[in-house]
């Protein structure tokens, strides 16, 4: 994938803007146990969720990475509570894994997208692999016309552009699925005749 987000060895968590460039930001892995016990944490995670009928995409609602990814502060920032552990910004959709799977072992594990929708926080969506399973999903699905990997957008503007409209719809009390559904079309590029 031309954008990938993945958690790598010893809870490292790697953005790949490019597969000749990657930027790591190390996170100590015993961070993650207080994290996902934390209720503190779980509440602010879940209110950033748009959770839809089971087997459809949850959607991220919070900040939004350049991959389209969610971004949020696991972890307490209040230094003054004796029980106060460390916090940091860290992929939403690798906390959700983490939440409904337990706490990613050792090693080099991926979070990927079955439904390729950076934003998405389905846990049925998330699977662990490598970063080369990462590349063969997106190489097997990037050709589809009418998918996420299509979006005229990229990741991002797709994630944006889906949050924002589910936000606008709450605020004005209309369909969210309606503007979910615009939201989603305005982004897949009209189908092209084909000439062979």
């Not at 994938?1 to 790949?16: F, H, R, T």
């Not at 990814?69 to 972890?75: D, I, L, P, V, W």
């Not at 509570?81 to 992929?91: E, H, K, N, Y």
Request: aromatic share 6%.
């Amino acid at each position: 994938m031309s954008e990938m987000a993945a958690a790598i060895g010893d809870g490292q968590q790697l953005l790949v803007a490019s597969p000749a460039r990657a930027i790591a930001a190390r996170i100590d892995p015993g961070l993650w146990p207080a994290w996902l016990a934390d209720p503190d944490t779980r509440r602010r995670y879940e209110a950033l969720v748009y959770r839809r009928d089971p087997g459809q995409c949850a959607y991220w609602l919070g900040a939004i990475s350049s991959t389209g990814h969610g971004k949020f502060r696991a972890g307490s920032r209040a230094r003054a509570r004796p029980d106060a552990r460390s916090s940091r910004i860290v992929t939403a959709h690798v906390y959700a894994y983490q939440l409904h799977y337990g706490a990613l072992p050792p090693g080099q594990v991926v979070i990927r997208h079955q439904c390729d929708e950076a934003s998405c926080q389905n846990w049925e969506d998330l699977v662990g692999g490598t970063q080369p399973d990462n590349v063969r999903d997106y190489q097997a699905r990037r050709g589809r016309e009418d998918g996420p990997l299509a979006d005229r957008h990229g990741a991002r503007g797709r994630a944006v552009a889906i949050r924002d409209a589910i936000l606008a719809a709450r605020r004005a009390g209309t369909s969210i699925e309606e503007a979910l559904q615009q939201a989603i079309t305005a982004g897949i590029p009209p189908l092209q005749e084909r000439l062979f």
